[in-house]
């Protein structure tokens, strides 16, 4: 017994519950991992196959500070939402697959696990209370159900009880060591790189801290001289990897990528509602799951859930012992945390946060409920730790006995309110429905609160027979109890799971085989608007080929804008963007010059867009004027629809361009010209939508005609809801003259949903254009694509004019690896050679060793110019801003070091 309470007290036992906790999750879900589930699918799966390419990488001898597979290659290194530098993906990735995804859930489960009953004890509650909620914590829904399908989401809110756990050991010890610590765990969740849940955990740690800072008396200037230290040091740490991003998303935005509206920031804000499912989990019905509608937050309602016991201790501390502390914190960042995340809900409090810069980029307010969650915890913790003392057992015994007379009489009336209503329609049928609706709703949570009763009723009329030894034992007894009833309450939702056979991922089917085998540097192209197979969530990766698709945070507003044919505004962090192609057949049909610039090789047609007879449409010269309108005035009508519309005889299948100038006094949120001919030719091809700014602007697009087939009129129409007046001049409606070319896409793999067509226009991952011409802004050809010939012409911004059409140019031995792409050239004359990966700051390249510019072609691709005869050309990326916030980042590192090194020093001299 002596053995076994010095092994309690020592730190082998802290050691051996950390392996307890990493254990666990292995436990639970080993009917998945020995029959090879993935445990995760979907986004769990991206999340994973991002991890990958830094073992493949690897094992090509580099590190992949770019991804060539997908979206026409993206800046890996510099994108935070790929934590490429989280030393625990790093480690991890380099796992087979099934372990690389069990263990990483794991040692993240068993990080916050532990550190929670870190914290806990820290805050001065007992082992038992400390050991209870941390259990509870890691089998928590809040750690499992859907949350693992999010795993970027777990690997970031584990840290959360890290950074509490030093901040409280700084406030209790007042050593800036212990502040040094924190800033390192947090500059380790902001690796992970959820960056939604990074800012929402430094606004709370910012206000505990203070909070704390202020109870315990501490003086303004140690505040002040010691919160510096703590806050340049995590900025410091994170330099490496802030840096970057920073670039990224002021290069994106430079280019067309948009800010989140205010629509977006709102989407899923809970509300008031859900905080019925602490309780009954099931109230609002048995999809529990489910992530949408008004009163949905994307999932995140059952993590509400953390049992009936946890509930009526929490329920009980707040009321019981309000006068405690840590009672008043833990309550007021539930309240504040909840109060946010139901901001839509709260007249203008959604517009004043809509407001506030770094916060109003991110949609799903609920996400930051991980912290309502955890202090939830916190509140439960010091509550069951002052059931230690014997007095207050009789406490909650009572308060226990009118929670459940309350709650029964509430629900009773609400029995016999509907129960009358249903009986009185002679609604049998509803009756029936309801009362099943009850039991399952309602009845586990009530079987739970009187179990809770006749536990606490047992333990306070014989603890009046107990001695202390004897107390001491039930209540740890209790402990256990609370544990295993809570696990069995939230077990069928904390379990729940997406898990995939593993071989769906890793695995090739015969289609990709057949890809793999065939594509070498080219690249494919899923052009469906249902993602296949095949390149779903960014499945390409595990089967080793380049993607335009991508399921990424960050999208390339050059990339989208070029395949959507717009210069409007591009949503920057709109997750999967490039995964799906709403306007696929007509880039299919009258953009092959861009597919081929890319270097798309095959096409995936799930859809069946593709048809052996499908013609590719090139517009040789804009002829015949079908309409024209020198003036149109457009009066405002605040925000009522307005319709110009005039009858046009056009032909089917054929483009015409529209253009006119235009002055508006103010931004227009509506305007589009269309053809329309009634229901039957009504369609979104037809559409063309236009982004109107203050000011005199040049517009123009291209409308595609279609099908036109039993049409008797169609009108050529302009369509807005104006806020001010317009004036529209020189407006006109153009016929093109059209080059039809047949066969370019032969089939090459048709078996069942498989369809892969093989692009014969596509061009090398290196190659030399016909000709280069000198633009004035590559933007033009986001929004007259049609007047450009990107395979063959390479356009550059005040460039020089070059006919390469008997340079007689071949290039040989290329070597494409993530980072770089080497290759040698001989032409007879000087010529230029683009490289189909997308311009990003960072690339360089070099001609026959020597360093020479790197020109944006086509608005996208990169380009330069080689000499005539041999020569050795290569591109690489190398990114000077990675490497100056890493030389930031060891500087940090090196300082913090000297700081808790010389401070050990001190104190021992002490």
Not at 212 to 230: C, E
Not at 850 to 870: F, R
Request: hydrophobic share 45%; net charge neutral; aromatic share 16%.
């Amino acid at each position: 017994m002596y053995r076994l309470t010095n092994f309690y007290n020592s730190r082998w036992f802290n050691v051996a519950l950390f392996i307890m906790f990493l254990c666990l999750p292995f436990l639970i879900y080993w009917d998945l991992f020995i029959s090879n589930k993935s445990l995760v699918s979907g986004d769990g799966i991206q999340y994973y196959s991002l991890k990958s390419l830094i073992k493949f990488s690897l094992a090509q001898g580099e590190f992949p500070l770019w991804n060539k597979y997908l979206a026409n290659g993206t800046p890996f290194a510099s994108d935070f939402t790929n934590n490429a530098f989280y030393p625990f993906a790093i480690i991890l990735s380099l796992l087979p697959f099934k372990l690389f995804i069990y263990s990483y859930y794991a040692l993240h489960l068993a990080i916050g696990s532990f550190f929670t009953y870190l914290f806990i004890k820290e805050l001065g509650c007992g082992k038992i209370a400390a050991l209870c909620t941390a259990l509870i914590y890691e089998l928590s829904i809040h750690m499992g159900g859907y949350r693992k399908e999010h795993i970027t989401i777990l690997a970031t809110i584990i840290y959360l009880p890290v950074i509490l756990y030093f901040i409280q050991k700084y406030m209790n010890t007042r050593s800036k060591k212990w502040l040094l610590f924190s800033s390192v765990a947090m500059a380790f969740q902001f690796y992970v790189a959820f960056i939604q849940d990074v800012v929402y955990t430094d606004i709370a740690v910012g206000i505990f801290f203070l909070i704390m800072a202020i109870h315990n008396r501490m003086t303004i200037k140690k505040v002040i001289a010691d919160g510096l230290v703590w806050v340049g040091s995590y900025f410091g740490l994170i330099a490496f990897q802030l840096l970057p991003t920073v670039q990224l998303v002021r290069e994106y935005a430079g280019n067309g990528a948009a800010s989140a509206s205010i629509d977006y920031f709102q989407f899923y804000s809970i509300h008031f509602s859900k905080l019925a499912m602490m309780l009954f989990p099931r109230i609002f019905g048995e999809n529990v799951f489910d992530s949408f509608g008004a009163y949905f937050s994307s999932g995140f309602d059952i993590e509400l859930f953390l049992g009936v016991f946890v509930f009526l201790i929490l329920l009980f501390g707040i009321i019981r012992y309000f006068s405690d502390f840590r009672v008043k914190v833990s309550l007021g960042m539930m309240i504040g945390v909840f109060l946010f995340s139901a901001s839509t809900h709260i007249p203008l409090l959604s517009e004043l946060l809509y407001r506030i810069p770094g916060i109003n980029g991110f949609r799903v307010p609920s996400r930051s409920l991980f912290i309502f969650i955890f202090f939830a915890l916190v509140l439960f913790a010091v509550t069951l730790s002052k059931l230690r003392m014997v007095e207050q057992m009789k406490k909650i015994y009572t308060f226990s006995r009118w929670f459940v007379l309350g709650t029964c009489a509430l629900l009773g009336c609400a029995l016999f309110a509907n129960t009358a209503n249903l009986m009185s329609d002679s609604n049998f049928d509803g009756a029936i429905a309801f009362y099943q609706y009850f039991k399952t709703a309602f009845l586990p949570g009530l079987v739970a609160l009187f179990s809770a009763f006749i536990i606490f009723y047992v333990m306070q009329k014989w603890s009046k027979k107990w001695s202390k030894e004897q107390y001491k034992k039930a209540y740890g007894c209790l402990g256990v109890v609370i544990v295993l009833v809570t696990f069995l309450e939230t077990y069928s939702y904390s379990t729940v799971s997406y898990a995939r056979n593993i071989d769906d991922f890793v695995l090739k089917d015969e289609a990709s085989q057949f890809i793999s085998d065939n594509v070498g540097d080219f690249k494919v192209w899923d052009a469906s608007v249902t993602p296949s197979n095949i390149t779903n969530i960014n499945a390409n990766l595990f089967k080793g080929f380049s993607s335009i698709n991508a399921y990424i945070p960050f999208n390339n507003p050059r990339l989208y804008k070029l395949f959507s044919n717009t210069d409007n505004q591009v949503p920057l962090n709109n997750t999967g963007l490039l995964r799906i192609f709403p306007n696929a057949e007509n880039n299919l049909v009258e953009h092959n010059d861009l597919l081929s610039m890319l270097g798309i090789k095959y096409i995936i047609d799930s859809g069946n867009l593709v048809a052996e007879e499908t013609e590719t449409k090139k517009i040789v010269k804009w002829a015949n004027t079908i309409y024209k309108n020198d003036s149109i005035l457009v009066p405002d009508s605040t925000g009522e629809i307005f319709v110009y519309s005039q009858p046009v005889e056009i032909k089917p299948n054929t483009f015409y361009k529209v253009k006119f100038n235009l002055e508006s006094v103010g931004p227009q949120s509506l305007f589009y010209v269309d053809f329309y001919g009634g229901e039957k030719y009504d369609l979104e091809e037809q559409q063309k939508v236009f982004n109107i700014q203050p000011g005199a602007s040049h517009y123009s697009a291209v409308i595609y005609s279609g099908d036109t087939t039993g049409i008797d009129e169609i009108n050529l129409r302009i369509v807005s809801t104006p806020t001010s007046d317009m004036q529209i001049t020189d407006f006109s409606l153009v016929e093109a003259e059209m080059q039809i070319q047949e066969h370019v896409y032969k089939p090459v793999f048709v078996e069942g949903p498989d369809r892969i067509f093989e692009n014969t226009n596509a061009k090398d991952i290196l190659y030399a254009p016909q000709e280069t011409q000198s633009i004035e802004n590559a933007s033009e050809i986001y929004t007259n694509r049609f007047d450009y010939d990107l395979s063959n012409v390479s356009y550059v911004e005040n460039f020089k004019n070059m006919d390469l059409k008997h340079a007689n140019t071949t290039i040989s031995d290329e070597n494409f690896k993530n980072n770089s792409i080497s290759a040698k050239v001989h032409s007879d004359k000087p010529s230029f050679i683009n490289f189909s990966q997308n311009y990003y700051p960072g690339w360089k390249a070099k001609v026959n060793g020597k360093e020479t510019p790197i020109y944006m072609v086509n608005g996208l691709i990169q380009g330069i110019e080689v000499p005539a005869g041999d020569s050795e050309i290569k591109f690489y990326f190398y990114p000077k801003v990675l490497f100056v916030g890493g030389f930031i980042t060891l500087l940090t590192l090196g300082s913090m070091v000297y700081l808790i090194f010389r401070g050990s020093r001190e104190k021992k001299v002490l």
